[in-house]
């Protein structure tokens, strides 16, 4: 089991891609600045953040466990 459903597009995403996405300038992604000057704030908070005294810990089998889900 994954712990999470993936898109089918996440799956063609490689290194390689990346590499050549970055190289070519290809498959630019335009943001509306209002949205990139707020990514832009959240990514910094996080990159301010101090380490960690312990290190994070996610349970995926606990975490299934508190996920309510009802079905229409």
Not at 7 to 30: F, G, Q, T, W
Request: glycine letters at 0%; hydrophobic letters at 45%.
């Amino acid at each position: 089991m994954r712990p999470c459903n993936l898109c089918p597009h996440m799956k063609r995403i490689s290194l390689e891609n990346i590499y050549e996405a970055l190289l070519y300038d290809r498959h630019v992604v335009e943001v509306d600045e209002a949205i990139a000057l707020r990514a832009r704030l959240a990514v910094q908070r996080m990159i301010d953040m101090p380490p960690l005294t312990t290190p994070a810990r996610y349970d995926l089998v606990k975490a299934r466990h508190h996920v309510d889900v009802e079905l229409i």
